[in-house]
């Protein structure tokens, strides 16, 4: 089988930057996959569409109280401005955000480990507190090894208000703790706005079943510091050879091959696409999502949010042939979710990465961490899996979720942004109804 390792690593050596959703790198990778598009002769079509975005124009953190000292900070994006010369307040460590570790928070900067999600957030801003700190990091890093995390707010998280946020390492806030700073000053500012993305599409047509499409998804992009190699220029390259494998092999089935922008960001580019293509949804029987392989230690991972059938047929497909693969049903928070709000079942292959070999989101996915066979031998797998599906006399499968994937993604898509499900809709109009 004609899948080159070899040619996927020359690919990745072409998107080795970081392609932040809504910059310039993002779309220097979408130029370059609609150029190599074209080059294997295929047609490639770039959408476009709008993501939120926000630059941070001033972040500060100082302890006032009982010692004054300034720590290094990442600003929160979309967690608005703090007054122009910074917010002083008192700070509060909270080890929890149950009702004991809230109350009293009213005027105060609250600090904790870890995130925040919708629920949470709301609960610090109903207890009034006016600033946070969140904290990042292992306690092990050595300075210049490692970047502070930039984090941002989703959209769901601040449908209830907004409070200033900073982001530390985890060595500032034991001191910051263990020496009892008991007031700070906290000053953010950033420009909120909206930046272009895009998704970089081609469509192969079917020679036998050209009305029953499967979509084959990737994003490109990468978070602020990575260079995404693992996540997930390998997904993207191992794409690139799968467009080029079904150009010289025609498919039965038609294949629209989406390379998806601001996955990072909260999925944006490939819900863009299931909304911006109702029709051609409702003729796609199954997405293939590719999101992470490569690692040289590690496991071949399929998840699949689709019925039964699909993961017995998977699993049965790997074990008769040889390959190690842990098949299981899932949902799984990547491309392939909005295509299963949608009603189409997804499948994702991934490679899990041994505990130690690689790490992603940061500046440590690199090149280094993965190799050419490794990406072949997972590649080649995706594709005589996949060409089981395609080129099959009849399709195998219903396009159908059932029920407790159906829940379980609408569970997901609840904490993303702008996903409306059947079940909320229901909600608000009994709601309706009722007032
Ligand atoms: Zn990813």
Redesign the pocket.
């Known amino acids: 089988m004609d899948i080159s390792g070899k040619r996927m690593v020359e690919n990745l050596k072409a998107i080795d930057y970081v392609r932040l959703s809504g910059t310039e790198g993002e779309e220097k990778a979408a130029n370059f996959i609609a150029g190599k598009i074209k080059e294997l002769g295929a047609e490639p079509v770039i959408e476009t569409f709008d993501v939120p975005f926000y630059t941070i124009e001033k972040v500060k953190l100082e302890a006032l109280k009982p010692f004054n000292k300034e720590y290094e900070a990442t600003g929160y994006g979309f967690s608005g401005n703090a007054a122009k010369d910074g917010i002083e307040a008192e700070l509060k460590y909270l080890e929890s955000f149950d009702d004991l570790s809230l109350q009293n928070i009213q005027g105060k900067i609250v600090l904790f480990v870890g995130g925040v999600n919708a629920q949470t957030f709301e609960k610090l801003i109903k207890a009034g507190a006016v600033g946070f700190i969140g904290v990042c990091g292992h306690y092990l890093d050595k300075k210049g090894t490692f970047d502070l995390e930039e984090r941002m707010l989703r959209e769901q998280q601040i449908v209830n208000g907004v409070i200033p946020g900073v982001c530390i390492h985890v060595n500032d806030a034991v001191a910051i703790v263990d020496k009892g700073v008991k007031k700070v000053r906290l000053t953010l500012s950033q420009n909120e706005t909206t930046a272009k993305s895009r998704n970089v599409t081609t469509f192969v047509t079917g020679t036998k079943f050209p009305d029953e499409i499967i979509s084959v998804t990737a994003?490109y992009d990468s978070v602020v510091f990575s260079h995404g190699m693992f996540?997930?220029g390998s997904?993207t390259v191992n794409n690139l050879e799968m467009l080029r494998y079904y150009l010289k092999n025609p498919p039965r089935r038609s294949l629209r091959f989406v390379f998806c922008g601001s996955?990072?960001r909260g999925i944006y580019g490939s819900r863009n696409f299931v909304e911006q293509h109702e029709e051609e949804i409702k003729k796609t029987r199954l997405c293939c999502n590719v999101?992470?392989t490569g690692p040289v230690l590690g496991k071949d991972i399929v998840r699949i949010t689709g019925e039964d059938k699909i993961i017995h047929a998977i699993d049965y497909y790997a074990k008769v042939h040889g390959h190690v693969a842990t098949v299981y049903q899932d949902t799984y928070p990547?491309d392939g979710m909005p295509f299963a709000w949608k009603g189409v079942p997804a499948v994702n292959f991934y490679r899990q990465a041994a505990a130690g070999t690689t790490q992603?989101h940061c500046r440590h996915d690199t090149l280094s961490r993965i190799t050419a066979k490794s990406l072949e031998s997972t590649g080649k797998f995706i594709v005589e899996v996949m060409n089981t599906i395609i080129n099959a006399d009849s399709f195998p499968f219903e396009r159908k979720i059932p029920d407790n994937m159906v829940e379980k993604t609408n569970g997901m898509l609840k904490n993303m942004p702008g996903y409306k499900t059947d079940g909320e809709d229901k909600d608000k109009q009994q709601k309706k109804q009722v007032s």
């Open positions: 994003h996540d997930n997904g996955e990072e999101d992470m990547s992603i």
